[in-house]
């Protein structure tokens, strides 16, 4: 598993956000470096529309079998 961390830079009231991967410990194992990265998301479920501008969260990355 890999574990990326991400910052909500926007989110629309139709369930469309914008997060972008952020420097720190969490996201050395994947880049030393500057990480690069970007979700584009539409949750079309209002209850599942929990992305705050502003805030980070973790995007966890694992094998789908």
């Given at each position: 598993m890999v574990r990326a961390k991400?910052?909500?830079e926007s989110?629309?009231?139709n369930g469309r956000a914008v997060l972008r991967a952020v420097y720190g410990?969490?996201?050395e194992p994947w880049s030393t470096a500057t990480p690069h990265g970007e979700l584009?998301?539409?949750i079309t479920n209002p209850d599942a529309q929990k992305f705050e501008v502003?805030?980070?969260y973790y995007l966890d990355f694992s094998l789908a079998e």
């Open positions: 991400f910052k909500c989110a629309e009231g410990p969490e996201n584009q998301i539409t502003g805030k980070c």
